[in-house]
Each structure stands twice: as structure tokens, then as C-alpha cells.
């Protein structure tokens, strides 16, 4: 509700609760909130109507509009809404249907007004949405399937689990945390420390294949040139990467591509490959990543949350042999392809969510939620995430997928997507 709203009811200040969280605009720009309080609300089309009571955030901006219900109150409601017909529908306490209709000529005018304002679209966070990292096509580090992800909200605190560190959300109780280290403690084996502890999922459930344009030639990249602190970032990574096994030297490969080095937030740099002309001779993959909204509107109204993600996730699945030739890069002194699926390959997510889906198939949609290489596990009652990430750990077990333990974080009350 905006605060305009706010004044225009006579409403007293004094009915505000205070509320901890902060408001965001998708441009970063903070948003003062007053208050929250509850407020009993009447949907009617003057002929039938629907009384109920809704939580409202009040906000210090300017904007055309009154109020915005979100999609937990949309939800609770069961409501059907379009924004093509201007229409939404939502049942009364009968079961009949009440359809309410909008005003066409106003609602044209206050988008009209809104866009006067210049006003950001909000959403709930406690920090703005970065974007770091090179965002060149064809870059292995770029991820811009993952610039959206789901991500805990709330506060976070640490446990030691047979020398382990984890985290959980600081509302657990005490016997909640101890079950849930409990849960933990018994599939250790779910998580990895490092590269080594990858075995990688079966080729023979799936691996990643490059279907190639045959009109398209294969690109030899010039060879590009690096200061000697490059040159030696480059030596250490390709060693690491050698020692576990996800690239092999190569000999006479037809395509080859150049190394890129981007900074990350913390000041070392990040070994990237340039597969822009490779991913140009590749059509895309159209098999559906999941929408954002939808899983918003999947996890409202879970009690309890866990946010679980993949170790170097891509680096899981394998390459098919005939393709490994094909990502070749050069280094200064040699030539290298991977064995395993790299990062920026042009129809790689699109593989690991095919992976997530079949793998998480008996579970999606009814106690998890994936996207990509994220995985939320939700649970309606608080007393049942437990057994949710039991079935969790046992089902990613029977194909090896492994987590990385410094990004996970158990039983949350709220995230953001």
C-alpha cells in the first residue's frame, strides 16, 4: 500500500507495525516502508463480494496506483487473474464465482500516470541484485540463466557437523537443529569439498552433446596474448583442472579457442573459455527453463525452506566423447579439451535442467523446486522438512549428484527469487 493510500483511508500511523525488512527497486534504489498492518479488504463486483484480511506493507513512494497484492494474498485467495481480459475471478465464501472486471479507460490512465513517475518495480530483499562477471556471448564464466536465482532470506548461522561447516537458519529451534544436523550427518556423502569428490553423473543417463550446424566450419581462435601473472593463473588452473580429470591434452583439433581471465569480486581471477564461435554453430537448445514466478508461486505459503545448491554443477556431467575434441582451448604450452561439461557452452542449461528434472521428477512441484543447478526444498508443515530432505538426499544419491556445503543453507522461513 502506498502511503498516499495510506492518508487518503484517514488511517493513524499508530496502526502501523514496525517491520525489519527492506524494499528494493529492480534498479537498486531502496524504498522507505512505514509500517505493515492488517486490514480487512472487500472484492465485489456490486453484486456478489468476498471480505477477508490482508497484511499490507505501507511504502514512502509516489505512484499512480493504490495498492499491489502480491502473490502470497493472490494465492490464499485462489485467485484467477488476466491481465489480457483486464479480468481476475475468485470464489466468495459459497463457492460462487465472482468475476470482477476493470475499467479499461482508467487502467490506461494510471499506467499512463506511472510511467510519468518513473517509479521501479519493487520486490522484497535485503540487498540490490548484482550482475558481476563478463557478459560477452560465449564467455565460459557468463551464467545468464542464474542472474535470477532463489536465495535465503533471514538470518543465517553456522554449526560444526563432524568437522563440517554448515548453515541453517537462526528461527530452528534447538530440537529443530539438532535434527536437522541429524539429517545431515547421515549423508555426508551428498556433499563434496572439492573437484575430486565429483564421480559425475552416468553418460549413460546423460551427458552433454553438441549438435552442430554441418555448413558451418570449424574456427581456429588467434592466439591471444598474456602478461606473465596471466600466464601463470592460467598454468595453475589448467594444472588443477588436469588433476581431476575434466580436461585432457589434445592434439590437431579443429576447433580451438582462446583462454579469457575475468576478475572476480574478490580480486583473483577466473579461468573463462571463448566458445562464441562454437556456440554460433550450434542451434539452440529450446527445452524450458523454469519461470522465476512459478516457483515464487510453488513455494508460498511453505513453512519451512532449504536452499540447496550444486557443486561446479556443469563440471557433473560428462561430455560425449565425440564432442570432447570440440572445446578445445590453447594454453601457452600446450592444447587441452574438457571431459566434462564447461560453463558457457550455448545450450548447457538447458542440459543440467533436463538432468535436474529427470533426476528430481518423483519430487518437483510437490517438496522441491529446481532451477538450473538451484534447488529449494519446501515443506508445508515444519515438522516434515526433515523427512523432505531425506527423500531429497536419497533421490540425488542414486546419481551421484553432489552440493557444495559452503552455499547451502537449511531450514529458512523465506527466501528471494
Not at 472484492?43 to 509516489?62: A, C, M
Not at 542472474?147 to 543465517?156: F, K, N, S, Y
Not at 564447461?342 to 533436463?354: D, E, H, I, M
Request: hydrophobic share 35%; charged share 25%.
Amino acid at each position: 500500500m502506498f502511503w498516499s493510500t495510506f492518508n487518503r483511508l484517514h488511517l493513524s500511523p499508530d496502526q502501523l507495525r514496525p517491520y525489519t525488512g527492506c524494499l528494493y527497486g529492480f534498479a537498486g534504489d531502496q524504498v522507505e516502508v512505514q509500517g505493515h498492518l492488517e486490514l480487512m479488504t472487500t472484492f465485489t463486483n456490486d453484486v456478489d463480494s468476498r471480505t477477508e484480511n490482508i497484511r499490507y506493507l505501507v511504502v514512502n513512494s509516489s505512484s499512480a496506483y493504490n495498492i499491489l497484492l502480491g502473490r502470497p494474498t493472490l494465492n490464499r485467495l485462489r485467485v484467477v487473474a488476466s491481465t489480457r481480459h483486464m479480468k481476475m475471478k475468485l470464489s466468495d465464501l459459497s463457492r460462487k464465482v465472482i468475476n470482477i472486471k476493470s475499467d479499461q479507460q482508467e487502467a490506461k490512465k494510471c499506467y499512463e500516470n506511472n510511467l510519468k513517475t518513473k517509479r521501479g518495480v519493487f520486490m522484497v530483499t535485503e540487498r540490490p541484485p548484482s550482475r558481476d562477471g563478463d557478459t560477452r556471448a560465449g564467455i565460459s564464466c557468463v551464467e545468464s540463466a542464474r542472474e535470477r536465482r532463489p536465495e535465503p532470506a533471514g538470518d543465517i548461522v553456522e554449526r560444526q557437523i563432524r568437522g563440517r561447516t554448515f548453515k541453517h537458519g537462526k528461527s530452528l529451534g534447538r530440537a529443530e537443529q539438532d535434527q536437522v544436523a541429524g539429517v545431515i550427518a547421515r549423508h555426508l556423502y551428498a556433499f563434496a569439498w572439492s573437484a575430486s569428490d565429483i564421480p559425475g553423473i552416468d553418460p549413460d543417463f546423460l551427458c552433454h552433446r553438441l549438435t552442430m550446424d554441418p555448413k558451418v566450419w570449424p574456427v581456429r581462435q588467434r592466439r591471444k596474448k598474456f602478461n606473465e601473472e596471466r600466464w601463470q593463473v592460467i598454468k595453475e588452473e589448467t594444472k588443477k583442472l588436469l588433476s581431476v580429470g575434466q580436461i585432457r591434452e589434445i592434439q590437431y583439433p579443429k576447433w580451438f579457442a582462446n583462454v579469457v581471465l575475468v576478475k572476480k569480486a574478490n580480486g583473483k581471477w577466473r579461468m573463462c573459455v571463448d566458445f562464441t564461435d562454437l556456440n554460433k554453430a550450434c542451434p539452440k537448445d529450446s527445452y524450458p527453463l523454469p519461470s522465476i514466478d512459478a516457483l515464487v508461486d510453488s513455494t508460498s505459503g511453505s513453512k519451512m525452506l532449504s536452499f540447496l545448491y550444486a557443486f561446479s554443477g556443469y563440471n557433473q556431467i560428462k561430455m560425449h566423447p565425440k564432442d570432447e575434441c570440440k572445446t578445445a582451448f590453447m594454453t601457452e604450452t600446450s592444447c587441452y579439451c574438457y571431459t566434462v561439461m564447461p560453463f558457457g557452452l550455448k545450450n548447457a542449461s538447458a542440459t543440467y535442467q533436463r538432468l535436474m528434472d529427470r533426476v528430481l521428477a518423483p519430487m518437483i512441484s510437490r517438496n522441491v523446486q529446481a532451477y538450473v543447478d538451484d534447488m529449494v526444498v519446501t515443506s508445508q508443515a515444519r515438522g516434515h522438512h526433515v523427512f523432505d530432505l531425506e527423500e531429497l538426499f536419497a533421490t540425488i544419491a542414486k546419481y551421484r549428484l553432489k552440493l557444495n556445503p559452503e552455499k547451502c543453507v537449511f531450514g529458512v522461513e523465506a527466501g528471494k527469487f
